[in-house]
């Protein structure tokens, strides 16, 4: 005999998150010494009930029931708002175990009712869940169960005369098809409507693989309380598709000579039953299956329950599908008792996305256990934490790739700045921040940079990042990339980075080349800033390179024709030139014409007598005019008279000598 369970079946989300609020609240109170109670009963499961009642937690049928100082259970069908009003009032303490699919709808509905907008609500008007649904709309809601009744709807809504979309939302566990049959009855009569399509699907669930086991197995065995609506729709859907059909509310009812002659046997068990119930059906007819046991796949199943009981641990990684997607959180399936859940806020999602843009129902998943009980039920899950340790082994990898990583600096502590890489924090000390002396981190806040990797201790969540390694780095390599492209003749720009008294550094975009004074002007100079200034812009020759000692030696007066090339076209013979001394010999004085360019007055043409010492008639930097007696642009001379232009002028007087 082979005994195969429904893929979904038993408890759902909403009813284990109750029961287990419900057994905690008890827990709780037997210490704070509370009365206990559900209004209601909690699921429709006479088990279920009888273990509350030994641990305490009795019954009460409305609120009124409750005293000041008691706690009271809301059961997952949720209560009207009402309800929360009058126990507030009372001071009566809620555990509000309403399922988080039905408060989602108490929100529409309320939201709804506060904008004046209709609201049709499709389920059962005598239902729990409808009756507390329509207390957040203040009863105002057109319940609707079936087409007939939207049909009569319809017919008087277009008598009224009213046009605007109602909102429509629907109870939890109804089946897909009537939904559909009465948005057919709106759609045919051009009715416009918001539709918030609130079935759970939980229900639908195990409806569908309810349908399907039945249509494959001889016999079903469907597990449930007599008085629980889903239990007896899937009896329902079992007989459809299948002949033998028993329903059992635990293993006292179970009778083996039933299944005698068939060979598979299907069970499937409702919303409110629970596991244990589930377990020992299935071992009780274990224990009384005879035959061919060599591979019992009920065996098998066996240990699926002894899993589905464990709890995972925090730190675990866990799989899992998804189960429902809602604003706040992802419910998961993650094949234990408890659901998982895994808060909004343990994803890591971009700006203006939600969590439907990233997990839909049935997405396979693996998440990280935080806490095995996150105090509502669930086991609480965490994809952040598992990223977290997939960015750490990168961080390892890239440490040792030393590939760098780009971070975001978003915080200055002491000694360094926080910076974030992925779910990652790490740490950049001061000193590794920039390849210069950092005062102030404040600058760098906000900043996004690149980074290496110096440390990583996963164990501790520790990241140690430098900045300052990848500018190192990038300097070496655009020097590196300079040089390449550098070669002697070449003019190139540079900036006057600072001077000494043989020279000027020259930044040439990213390496700094000596501009020696004997190379900046074709004259003679004392001093470089004679004819430069710190930050001027200038355009130099590359006149050689030693790449071995880092040393470029530059060239600015080759940048400019050298004057005594051009001497024959600027300078004539007999032309009269102003000039000023600048060196004086026995045997005359040299005047310069221009820098780099010296004419010789000899002592005979300084004036026209005898003249013993040069020094008595000129003096050094003293202007004078003369004539160019003659040009010898190869052996570079000038020769300048200034008697000629004294003769040519008789009444002048002999240059009159200035002081040095
Ligand atoms: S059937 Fe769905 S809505 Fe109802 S309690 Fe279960 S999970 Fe919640």
Known sequence: MEIIRADHSGFCFGVQRA???????????????????????LIH???V??????NGVGRIDSIGEADRGDVVIVRSHGEPKSFYDEADRMGVELVDATCVFVQKIHTLVHDAYLKGQEIILIGSADHPEVTATNGWCEYQAVILETPDEALEYVRMRNESGRVDPPLIVCQTTIRQELLDDILRVFDSAGIIYELKNTICNATRDRQDSCAALAAKVDAMIVIGDRNSSNSRKLFEISKKYCKIVTFLSDVSTLELKDFKKCNKIGVTAGASTPEWIIKEVIAGMSENVTGNMEHNPMMDYMDDIENSLRLPRPGEIVDGTVHQVMDNEVIVNIGCKKDGILPKSEVSLEEGQTLADVFKPGDAIEAKVVKSDDGEGGIMLSKKLLEINANYRELKEFMESREPITVKLTRAVNGGVIAEYKEVSGFVPMSQLSDKYVENADEFIGQTVDVRVLKVDDKRNKAVFSRKSVLVDDKKKQVQEIWANLNVGDIVEGKVMRFTDYGAFVDIGGVDGLLHI??????????????????????????????ERGKISLGLKQTQPEPWSLVGTKYQIGQEIKGKVVQIKEYGAFVELEAGLDGLVHISEIANKRVENVSDELSLGQEIS????????????????????????????APAKTEE
């Open 626 to 653: 003369a004539k160019i007696m003659d040009i010898d642009a190869e052996r570079k001379r000038i020769s300048l008279s200034i008697k000629e232009l004294l003769k040519e002028a008789p009444a002048a007087e």
């Open 49 to 54: 009930t009888n273990r509350l009642s030994e």
């Open 45 to 47: 499961n006479q088990s």
């Open 19 to 41: 029961i287990n609020m419900a057994f905690e609240a008890a827990e709780r109170e037997k210490v704070n010494g509370r009365r206990v109670f559900t209004c209601g009963q």
């Open 518 to 547: 004997s190379e900046i002007s074709w004259g003679k100079l004392k001093h470089p800033s004679e004819v430069l200034a710190i930050g001027d812009i200038i355009n130099v020759k590359i006149l050689s390179l030693n790449e």
